[in-house]
């Protein structure tokens, strides 16, 4: 779990069922982790109204897991950018009643609640669990490019090159911690990078 | 008889100075020799004539350069002007308002004619004579936050108002001290604060949101802030951080004088009336140590609070690597005798 430190700085839970009519599970990696162990909590039935979105990554891990608590649906895209437009249809076209279940890393927890954001869903309804890495995803605040899968401090741009101090400063909106300049004063300045986000 | 426009200049060849009556103005923010963050908002009323807050919003002698420098920054940047969709209304709001407080104050210089929807609208430093209709963003040549945020010295930051909180949904920030709208910019007032060290823990956000969420329509608030800058430079943005944070190892003893400046921020809170939002003007003051030093207290009074300010908050302001240099310089002009009550000079 990701040290408390600053207000902006997103804090996760522990996934919990919640009363609804439709449930939309996003996950992944050791995500998938998180929504068996809620399983355990929720009332028979209950996934008979779910769908998980299941991004396994390269190992493939824990499918069969989640194939074995028979939600309404299993649908598990290659990557992110490829779920993207079909989450915008479904939340397009969700009703209310229909409650989001965000587990995983804090690239996919933060860029599928951008999408729903955008959709109109308030922060404060989803749930969300963090499970495996801490690599972040970071706008760098000068070219605003996004870098992903940030793990060292500080990092460079992969975009513009600058070395970058990544803050704890969260946006939502962009899904993307802060990566500020850190030798902007002295150019000549190299702090050493660190393994800081493994 | 009407303001005296300076032709100056924020960046490059940094001709920009203040007047000997500009200098007396000054907005100085310490009222004694130590300074701590704490909830200093009051009401924002009309002050003393020849003060800042003559007028409760502030035109002065670097009115058409600023407004310059704006248009410049938006040339290179225009993400530092942004307004999410449900905050038009609000924008509307803010025009009324900066027209209304610029013509009443100034009407010399700015004059507002309404026919029903139907306004007029002339600013004459800029040469601008325009007529639209009130409500209907088509006549106007940009959205109406930014048409009049153009015209309007300070940053502008349009927060709506919902679910107890204040979120940070549009402005226009091209003079900001060191923080990104673009990036801020959706948050809540104990977000886009969070890199704020100390005041957290000092509860300080907490009260000073539960005062602005009561606000009420035509009775706006105000409060200083203050940090440091090198060269008179008004787009100081993190965007551009990598441009002008080189000039922080600039300082000599020799030129602390000339090139470090004092930069608060008046900062004032408006309900606007239609969207129920606040807008929340920043209004930038800038003037060089030479020019601050004019004032013997004023003098005496920076060197004891720079001298004495907590390091998380020097770090915070950016001023770690220049201060020594800067208390150096300001202690020669401190003979240790006390200081009068207030803000002002002598």
């Known amino acids: 779990m990701a040290a408390k430190t600053i207000i902006s700085r997103p804090i996760y839970g522990t996934l919990s069922p919640q009363p609804g009519k439709h449930h939309l599970f996003i996950a992944d990696a050791e995500g998938a982790l998180a929504i068996t162990d809620m399983a355990g909590k929720a009332p028979p039935g209950f996934f008979d109204g779910a769908e998980i979105v299941f991004i396994p990554g390269r190992e493939g891990k824990h499918i069969a897991a ?133 | 008889m009407g303001i005296t426009f300076r032709k100056e200049t924020f960046r490059d060849d940094y001709t920009f100075r203040n007047s000997p009556d500009h200098i007396r103005r000054f907005p100085f923010p310490f009222n004694e020799d130590s300074y701590m963050y704490a909830v200093n908002i009051e009401p924002h009323v ?46 509307w709001d803010l025009l009324e308002l900066l027209m209304e407080q610029q013509a009443l104050g100034y009407p010399e210089h700015f004059t507002l004619e309404r026919n029903g929807d139907r306004w007029r609208w002339i600013n004459r430093p800029l040469g601008i004579n325009d007529t639209f209709t009130f409500g209907d963003t088509s006549t106007l040549p940009y959205g109406p936050m930014e ?22 949904d549009a402005g226009m920030v091209t003079t900001q001290a060191d923080w990104s709208l673009d990036f801020d910019i959706g948050m809540n007032f104990f977000e886009w604060h969070a890199p704020v060290p100390l005041a957290h823990e000092k509860g300080i956000f907490t009260r000073a949101l539960k005062f602005l969420t009561n606000i009420q329509q035509g009775k706006p608030a105000r409060r200083l802030n203050w940090t440091m800058t090198i060269n008179p430079r008004l787009d100081t943005s993190p965007e551009n951080y990598h441009k002008w944070g080189p000039d922080r190892a600039t300082v000599t003893p020799e030129n602390v004088g000339d090139k470090v400046h004092l930069r608060v921020e ?35 009074r920076l060197h004891r609070v720079i001298r004495d300010l907590p390091e998380e908050l020097a770090t915070y302001k950016g001023l770690t690597r220049y201060r020594p240099t800067l208390v150096e310089w300001l202690s020669k002009l401190d003979d240790g005798s006390p200081t009068s009550p207030g803000f002002g000079p002598d």
Not at chain 1, 100 to 121: D, F, K, N, R
Not at chain 1, 146 to 163: D, F, K, M, R
């Open chain 2, 147 to 168: 048409y009049i945020t153009r015209q309007s010295q300070g940053d502008f930051c349009i927060l709506d108002q919902r679910d107890g909180n204040l979120w940070m």
């Open chain 1, 66 to 198: 989640l194939e074995a608590l028979k939600p309404a649906q299993l649908h598990l895209p290659p990557s992110f950018a490829s779920l993207v437009p079909r989450l915008r249809q479904t939340l397009t076209n969700a009703h209310m009643g229909l409650r989001i279940y965000l587990a995983g890393t804090e690239g996919l927890i933060g860029q599928a609640m951008q999408v729903a954001l955008e959709a109109g869903i308030d922060h404060t309804s989803m749930q969300t669990e963090h499970r495996g890495s801490l690599a972040r995803r970071m706008q760098c605040v000068h070219c605003k490019g996004i870098t992903e899968n940030v793990t060292t401090q500080p990092a460079l741009c992969s975009h513009c090159g600058l070395l970058l101090l990544v803050r704890d400063h969260y946006s939502r909106r962009l899904a993307a911690f802060q990566g500020v300049c850190i030798n902007a004063e002295d150019r000549s300045e190299n702090p050493p990078m660190e393994e800081a986000f493994p």
């Open chain 2, 46 to 91: 009309v002050g003393p004539k020849g003060s800042v807050l003559e007028n409760l919003i502030d035109v002065d002698e670097h009115y058409v350069a600023e407004m310059q420098d704006r248009a410049l920054v938006l040339a290179e940047d225009p993400l530092r002007c942004q307004s999410l969709p449900h905050m038009t209304l609000a924008g």
């Open chain 2, 266 to 300: 008046l900062q004032s809170f408006w309900r606007l009336p239609r969207s129920n939002g606040i807008v929340f003007p920043i209004r930038c003051y800038l003037i060089k140590m030479d020019e601050l030093v004019t004032q013997p207290k004023w003098a005496r």
